[in-house]
């Protein structure tokens, strides 16, 4: 699972979900993407299991670029714990995701493969998304 290395400070606060993403909107790497329409919080685990569906789909053919990284701590008390004792344990990795967000990107392959590909990652994702594409977004290949 992604995590990272070390961390300044081991919780986070949750915060504000509020507004578009600005930074991270454009395909830049491959030639589609997968762009978030929907803001929630993206795991760790859900990012691996994305990105190997859609690795198992492409067939080793191309290349995958993951353009999100679970950086923030989610935190969770145990079940069946009294109130008070302070705040619970980290339990995993999240990733804090605001719509227009391009979430994978996919390069080096044609673009029924592709579609298939990211799909089948939209599946495993908790908010909705579209397929997007150089073209589309109005940027020149």
Request: hydrophobic residues 35%; positive net charge; proline residues 3%.
């Amino acid at each position: 699972m992604l995590m990272p290395k070390r961390v300044k400070y081991r919780k986070q606060m949750r915060g504000r979900m509020k507004g578009k993403s600005y930074r991270g909107a454009a395909v830049n790497f491959g030639d589609y993407g997968l762009k978030a329409l929907d803001c929630g919080y993206l795991t760790s685990r859900q990012i691996e299991s994305a990105r190997r569906a859609i690795v198992h789909e492409m067939k080793r053919r191309g290349k995958v670029w993951v353009r999100v990284f679970p950086d923030k701590p989610y935190t969770k008390r145990a079940a069946e714990t009294r109130m008070g004792k302070g705040k619970g344990a980290v339990d995993h990795w999240v990733a804090v995701i605001r719509p227009g967000r391009i979430l994978f990107e996919v390069g080096g392959t044609d673009s029924e493969t592709a579609a298939e590909a990211l799909n089948r990652a939209r599946y495993k994702l908790g908010f909705k998304t579209k397929i997007v594409s150089r073209e589309t977004l109005g940027e020149g290949s």
